[in-house]
């Protein structure tokens, strides 16, 4: 059966992240988070909370002559976002890039994904400052580059 293996690569990156030593004080969450508790440091994972962005996308190009498997590649958006309880940027806008070089170190450990991908790399990567009610806040969106086969 054809299936694509973003789905799979979302949960791998999870569970890598989760994993991750140097993303230990790092909530990382699959997607939205729901809970009402206010979150210091958090790495989301298909998820950068824009209501108008989209959170994944694939590009599918034949491969090989039997045309039994395609070549997919795909990105994945996550979001790196800290608060703190002042208003001055610095501190969150350095611990944000803390946190996306963990996560580049993770994926340049594991290029595969525990399997899941031939490869997958750190892409472009944006950053958003506020100050919020709650003080403030940077976000550092950041894409996950994949290829791999899908699934037959």
């Known amino acids: 059966m054809w299936s694509s293996k973003l789905p799979a690569a979302i949960s791998a990156l999870v569970t ?12 990382v969450v699959d997607g939205p988070y729901s809970s009402q508790q206010t979150l210091q440091e958090v790495l989301s994972v298909g998820w950068t909370g824009g209501d108008d962005e989209t ?43 803390e946190i996306l070089a963990a996560a580049g170190d993770v994926l340049a450990g594991d290029r595969t994904l525990r399997g899941t991908v031939m490869q997958a ?3 472009s990567h944006s950053l958003t400052q506020s100050l919020t009610p709650q003080g403030a806040q940077a976000v550092v969106v950041f894409e996950v580059s994949c290829d791999a086969f899908t699934g037959r």
């Open 16 to 27: 890598v992240f989760g994993a991750s030593e140097g993303l230990a004080d790092v909530k």
């Open 55 to 97: 959170d994944a996308e694939s590009t599918l190009l034949s491969e090989g002559l039997g045309a039994m498997v395609d070549r997919e590649q795909f990105t994945i958006r996550c979001a790196a976002a800290v608060l703190r309880g002042t208003d001055d940027l610095s501190g969150p806008r350095a611990r944000a890039y």
């Open 121 to 123: 790399k750190v892409g």
